[in-house]
């Protein structure tokens, strides 16, 4: 068998069961372990496997969940940068915090990783972004994997009550839409009470929305305005939007 095809056979193995021994590849790919410990020293030059005693895992970044990015995590993102820069700034050394699901929070814990912070979350698509950030003191949120065309989340009765035993200083919350007299909402109710759990663990809510969300209403209420300290968003909303937030005592930040 040639090596790029004993390389697809081992990344195969490996997505599957997560982990290899050197003995076992050697005998199903019927070659020595000498030729299966170079196979693998090159996997892990293409930093697609860690090498451990005796095999190899598949590393986290390289699973399937790391290139998801639909377009809808993709649209908008200019606007979604910006804001994550700025949320960033909002962060100070040794806090902690919990980044809830979505593409504005993925973004901003891209930006993490020059200062100590603690983060707790339920995204695994954010637990790839922070896996490798030393800086970073990861928690993740246990629970029902929840699985769709754009993320992986971590939710259910498991997750709630994970949350029960943690105070955050900030949480970063995101949302589908956001209405002056519906509040904040999503589309997928199952969803709805681990958010509720994210606030209700925190001291101080900021919600991550970019302009399209506001003015808008989606499947089931996740919550008041009152339950949000800080909005930040992009310079595309409307002052008259803006205006109409700030006189219900709501503080907007816009970049």
Known sequence: MIQKRRLDTIMGILKDEGMVDV???????EV??????????????????????GGAVLKIQTMSLNSRKSSRRLSHLEQKQRIARRALTLI?????????????????????????????????LIVN???????????????LVRRDSDSYIVTGEDAIQFLKKYRVSKLFLGTSTVDTKEGLMIFNY??????????DAADQVICLADSSKFERTAFTKVAQLDDVDTFVTDSGLDQDVIERYEGLGKKIIVV
């Open 23 to 29: 003995k076992t590849l050697s005998q199903r790919l």
């Open 32 to 53: 020595t372990e000498k030729t299966v410990r170079l196979d693998l020293k090159e996997l892990e030059n293409q930093n697609l496997v860690e090498r451990v005693h």
């Open 92 to 124: 100070r050394e040794d806090d902690v915090i919990l980044l809830d699901d979505g593409s504005t929070t993925q973004e901003l814990a891209n930006l993490l990783g020059d200062f100590r912070v603690t983060v707790l979350t339920n995204d695994l």
């Open 129 to 143: 972004e922070l896996m490798y950030k030393p800086n970073v003191t990861l928690y993740i949120i246990g629970g």
């Open 190 to 199: 199952g969803d709805n009470f681990t958010k509720r759990a994210f606030i």
